[in-house]
């Protein structure tokens, strides 16, 4: 049984009021909270008292030389809006800065080329009847909305029939990786096939059903897990001949693959990207624009004859440093 941890120092009371709000805003607020839990253990256990957040006290709390620059920087990000939040009630809290740089990503993500797309759909859409298994009817429609909307897999596993409208073609994600609800568009080819998947296969599904279910114990349908998706995934890499290395493909490459091209299209279309890129980033439902310009990078790394225009042009925009992969 998990053990409640029991807040002790003078900050006790604030931290929690302070994470109490973040909760009611629907974040989870997770990490953050855990970080505070250090805060709160280091300012008892250091003999401190009452509510004094000095800068001597704060840096000696986030730049613990036994700990890497990660650390360093998530620490400075908590307490940086902890010590706003503070000061914002009256106290004195040193708000730091947030100076901790953290190196360019260099992992490059699989990009599925169009021939491994096509081959890796025809392996899909063909492969050998499984019984007692709904992987024949779900796979070829679950794998072609990744692909065709750039979801993450989790969300994609996540949603019901009801969060998908298909008069309008748009889709519902609830409260995803960043407790963000967000409005996805779909191809009309995309939506067609949606259609007649609902009509077809969950013809006697309800609204609350699984909009891309997994057969559990031939009880009816479950909700498919990540771990299965994957082993469905290796399966048809295998059949469509496309090595499986260090770098992928991974069932994310279809996401990696959606902004990229969207970012290639735009740059060769003369599309203004100060201009785009906050949609896309709304659109991946990511938490700030590190993630969105990593791919603004990864773009300009994979196809070297639009690299100049790119940063002749948006260079400013393109981060050298300050993102670390984390499955954008």
């Known amino acids: 049984m998990k053990i409640a941890y029991e807040w002790k120092s003078g900050f006790a009371v604030a931290a929690q009021n302070y994470i109490s709000l973040k909760h009611q805003t629907g974040m989870k607020f997770e990490t953050q909270e855990r970080y505070l839990r250090h805060f709160d253990t280091f300012y008892y256990n250091n003999g401190f008292e009452g509510i004094q957040l000095t800068k001597e006290i704060i840096n000696d709390f986030i730049y613990d030389p036994n700990e890497r620059p990660v650390s360093h920087h998530n620490k400075e990000v908590v307490m940086r809006d902890f010590a706003m939040y503070l000061a914002n009630r009256g106290y004195h809290a040193y708000v730091v800065e947030i100076k901790t740089k953290l190196p360019r990503c260099k992992f490059i993500p699989h990009i599925f080329t169009d021939d491994e797309t096509n081959r890796m759909f025809r392996a899909i859409d063909n492969y050998p009847q499984v019984a007692m298994s709904y992987r024949n009817e779900v796979d070829p429609v679950l794998f072609r909305f990744l692909y065709g909307t750039g979801v993450r897999i989790s969300e994609a596993l996540n949603l019901v029939l009801e969060d998908v409208n298909v008069d309008s073609g748009i889709v519902t994600i609830h409260a995803a990786k960043n407790m963000k609800d967000r409005l996805i568009p779909m191809a009309d080819s995309l939506t ?47 059949m469509a001949d496309i090595p499986h290395t260090a770098i992928g493909p991974r069932i994310h490459s279809f ?67 300050g993102f670390i992969y984390d499955e954008c």
């Not at 998947?197 to 897990?225: A, I, T, V």
């Open 192 to 238: 067609k096939r949606i259609i007649i998947f609902m009509n077809g296969f969950h013809r006697y599904s309800n609204d609350k059903m699984w909009l891309f279910p997994s057969c559990h114990n031939n009880e009816g349908m479950g909700q498919m897990d990540k771990s299965t998706a994957y082993n469905h995934f290796r399966d048809y890499l295998v």
């Open 255 to 321: 996401r990696h693959g959606f902004a990229v091209k969207c970012l290639k299209n735009w740059v060769l279309s003369d599309n203004d990207l100060t201009v785009m890129l906050p949609y896309l980033s709304a659109y991946m439902g990511h938490s700030d624009f590190r993630a969105t310009q990593y791919y603004l990078r990864l773009t300009s790394d994979l196809y070297p004859d639009i690299v100049k225009r790119v940063e002749t042009e948006f260079g400013y925009v393109i981060p050298e440093g």
